[in-house]
């Protein structure tokens, strides 16, 4: 090699670094922050470890938890035999297509639905790459990686406009005043953000009366009525600021609970602070008051999955039918609501079977709550849930059972003793027709 192509040859690799140095610049300047997702990586080499560990520590990160592990696709299957699978997996990988393909189809064993995978590899092969894709694998890129490239993937699956929100709602709402909607509600969230591992919020509707403030021994001085009186405002940022922090994985939006003006709204008061928080978080749980207003007749028809709860009386019946009948009409193409039968069992009042309960409403509940007033009182009393006092009750179990069903996914308590589960859409089937 001549002088001048020595020179030549230093020029261009210090114009290359330059270059990928602005272009990573640019990457990182157009980012968003990455809303409220659990993600864990599974890498081989310290190469594409270290850009993940960064990125863990990046701002941008800031309500992502990401937990970084070694030892690649063995050790997430083993990993996942016993815990819950996240939003996201990242695995390295070094193997062959044939090897990978049939490795993921072991963690798939494990894996739950709606779990996003990304592989990282080290073989630019196009066939692994389609294969991968037509497996359900969410991302697959060819390593080395730089810090910008590990934050522009995990944007790229959860800030892609084109494939809407991330986070589901699930509306609770209570057929009548004092059937416990509220609590089931809040135990269903920390349920789904505590035994679950997810990111969920908690936004309490009830802006004159709401508790999830006290179940939840918190004072926020903002939440949901800064949220729906300032409509301008809102964004992703804007709901950061009013949300309190109530664990790892669980945000409450509180309301005010105070009398101080009427909270008077139109059908479309609360759409836009629910699309913000879908956004933000996975799971969002809405807390709706007992009342018939045009907003809260809007959000049960627009959210992705109804609760009905209901105590086994006359009237709850009654008016779960007429609730039951109007959804039917208004959400023709979605799921029938579900249906949970509170304070079951209370003494010498005289009780509809859920058999009749049943019947009439054409719903099978999905849940049955035992009447057990010390139980929640002392839980209510003390800002505490049901799970954090007495994780094994049978209540507890019931509330696992409902988040199982809402979510498709599994405690990591339950998943010990289950055998094995659905998970990487589609890659199991096209496994076994290989």
């Known amino acids: 090699m001549t002088e001048n192509d020595t020179a030549e040859l230093a020029y261009r690799t210090d114009h290359d670094r330059v270059q990928g140095h602005q272009d990573n610049a640019a990457i990182m300047n157009s980012l968003r922050p990455i809303p409220r997702v659990t993600i864990h990586a599974f890498c081989e080499s310290e190469g594409v470890a270290e850009p993940v560990r960064r990125a863990s520590l990046d701002r941008r990160m800031a309500k992502a938890h990401l937990k970084m592990n070694m030892g690649g696709i063995a050790a997430a299957i083993e990993f996942y035999r016993d815990a819950p699978t996240p939003n996201l997996i990242i695995i390295e990988s070094r193997m062959s297509a044939q090897e990978l393909m049939a490795a993921l189809g072991d963690l798939a064993e494990h894996c739950d639905a709606n779990t996003k995978v990304a592989i990282i590899g080290h073989f630019n092969d196009v066939w692994l790459y389609r294969e991968l894709m037509r497996s359900g694998v969410s991302e697959y890129t060819v390593a080395p990686l730089s810090l910008a490239d590990v934050l522009r993937m995990i944007s790229e699956l959860f800030m892609d406009p084109d494939k809407g929100p991330i986070g589901k709602s699930f509306a609770f709402v209570g057929v009548k005043g004092g059937v416990g909607a509220s609590s089931i509600a809040h135990n269903l969230a920390w349920t789904l953000s505590q035994n679950f591992e997810l990111e969920t919020v908690l936004a309490d509707m009830d ?102 709860v209901a105590t086994p009386d006359l009237a709850c019946l009654r008016n779960a039918k007429n609730l039951v009948d109007m959804l039917r009409r208004n959400r023709p193409n979605d799921s029938t609501p ?53 994780p094994k009750h049978p209540i507890s179990q019931s509330f696992n059972e409902i988040a199982n069903m809402l979510t498709g996914r599994v405690a990591a308590t339950t998943k010990k003793n289950s055998s094995k589960l659905g998970g990487l859409a589609g890659l199991i089937d096209r496994l076994k027709r290989k």
């Open 207 to 308: 802006l004159a009366f709401g508790t999830a403030n006290i179940n939840f021994d918190q004072d926020p001085p903002q939440g949901i009525s800064e949220a729906v009186f300032s409509p301008d405002r809102l964004d992703e940022m804007f709901i950061d600021r009013l949300l309190a922090k109530c664990g790892d994985h669980l945000s409450l939006l509180a309301a005010p609970s105070t009398l101080d003006r009427a909270y008077d709204f139109s059908a479309d008061a609360f759409v836009q602070v629910i699309e913000v928080m879908q956004r933000t978080a996975p799971h969002v749980v809405l807390d709706i008051p007992h009342v018939w207003t045009a907003w809260a007749k809007a959000t049960l028809i627009q959210a992705d999955a109804v609760v009905i």
């Open 338 to 390: 579900y249906l949970i039968l509170n304070q079951v069992g209370m003494p010498k009042r005289p009780e509809i079977s859920a058999a009749d309960f049943s019947h009439a409403l054409d719903i099978q509940p999905s849940a049955q709550i035992p009447f057990d007033p010390a139980l929640f009182g002392t839980a209510t009393n003390n800002g505490r849930m049901i799970g954090e006092l007495q």
